[in-house]
Nanobody, 117 residues
Framework: QVQLVESGGGLVQAGGSLRLSCAAS????????MGWFRQAPGKEREFVAH????????YYADSVKGRFTISRDSAKNTVYLQMNSLKPDDTAIYYC??????????WGQGTQVTVSS
């Protein structure tokens, strides 16, 4: 079972930037896609972005499109989420996930992102 470890969260002012990282324990050749989700207090977990490992195709939630960029480094088995122009509404625990084409089957422990106004 794939293990995912996130890092890079923290406290930032509105308008600032953060980069999250997620390292996978297994060779990413066996993973079809990796993604980021987030969960704010009192809200359900929501999709943020994903990237297919082989082709590098990306997909974003409308709420982050144009501000967040997902990328991967195959040599390091790592996926990144560059977050720019952060807003207080982006405050949440961010989770990395690994998945097939139809299901997410591996989750990281989460990393807290807090955006102050």
């Amino acid at each position: 079972q794939v293990q995912l470890v996130e890092s890079g969260g923290g406290l930032v002012q509105a308008g600032g930037s953060l980069r999250l990282s997620c390292a996978a324990s297994e060779r990413t050749l066996s993973i079809y896609r990796m993604g980021w989700f987030r969960q704010a207090p009192g809200k359900e977990r929501e999709f943020v972005a994903h990237i297919t490992w082989s082709a590098g195709s990306t997909y974003y939630a409308d709420s982050v499109k144009g501000r967040f960029t997902i990328s991967r480094d195959s040599a390091k088995n790592t996926v990144y989420l560059q977050m720019n122009s952060l807003k207080p509404d982006d405050t949440a625990i961010y989770y990395c996930a690994a998945g097939s084409s139809y299901i997410w089957y591996g989750w990281g422990q989460g990393t807290q992102v807090t955006v102050s106004s």
